[in-house]
């Protein structure tokens, strides 16, 4: 079945690790994004990418870096975790940036101790 | 700044009508989008909304007012399965996404 797949589903991660949420989309929708979901607050955005070989800075970025070397691949990095990155991290895609609808992978929970 | 109003949480019964409203004040508009999020799931798109008026999908209809910066989710003939939260984000003047917290609709029997 087409879609997004996030990989780990969950992680319990030590602080001051790094750890790498993948993400891979087989639909070739050209932009890509990463999102966080926390209790009480909408998604926001972290980084995106509306093109491979591109990305962008989104609304909560520090602390996050991305890649996006090849059309279906945009995995996000966190350098060095603290407490305040536990949180619900999805993975979306759409045809193209802009006004396309986006389709969201089932999101990797992630624990910082 | 961006800002998107939506009830944190709304109760209704099995098989009424429910209005579920969103406002927004953003730099900028581009689109408003529903989404739905089933507990501990993944956003999944309901409808899109650019020109002012009303979309009907089957049992969900959504209605855009652009001068009042406003938009509703109406859910119909309400099934146990639409317990979920709807998600409104309005596309700004950059084409980027402006989420709402989102609304938490019960639905008892």
């Known amino acids: 079945t087409a879609g997004i797949t996030q990989a780990p589903t969950s992680q319990i991660l030590a602080a001051g690790r790094s750890m790498t949420l993948r993400c891979t989309q087989d639909m070739r929708h050209n932009a890509m994004y990463w999102y966080r979901q926390d209790l009480g607050l909408g998604l926001r955005l972290i980084h995106y990418?509306?093109?491979?070989?591109?990305?962008g800075k989104g609304e909560v970025p520090d602390g996050y870096s991305v890649s996006r070397a090849n059309t279906d691949d945009f995995p996000l990095t966190l350098a060095s975790a603290v407490p305040s990155q536990t949180s619900v991290y999805f993975c979306a895609s759409s045809v193209t940036g802009g006004n396309q609808p986006q389709h969201f992978g089932d999101g990797t929970r992630l624990s910082i101790l | 700044g961006q800002n998107i109003d939506q009830p944190t949480e709304m109760t209704a019964t099995e098989g009424a009508i429910v209005q579920i409203n969103c406002t927004y004040q953003t730099s900028g508009f581009n689109g408003l989008f529903w989404y739905q999020q089933h507990a501990g799931e993944a956003p999944t798109f309901l409808s899109y909304?650019?020109l002012d008026g009303l979309e009907e999908k089957g049992r969900f209809s959504s209605f855009l007012s652009r001068s009042k910066g406003y938009s509703y989710l109406l859910l119909k003939e309400l099934q146990m399965k639409d317990s979920a939260s709807y998600l409104c984000a309005v596309i700004d003047s950059n084409y980027q996404l402006i989420w709402g917290a989102g609304t938490k609709l019960i639905i008892k029997p």
């Open positions: 909304n650019v």
């Open positions: 990418s509306n093109t491979a070989g591109t990305t």
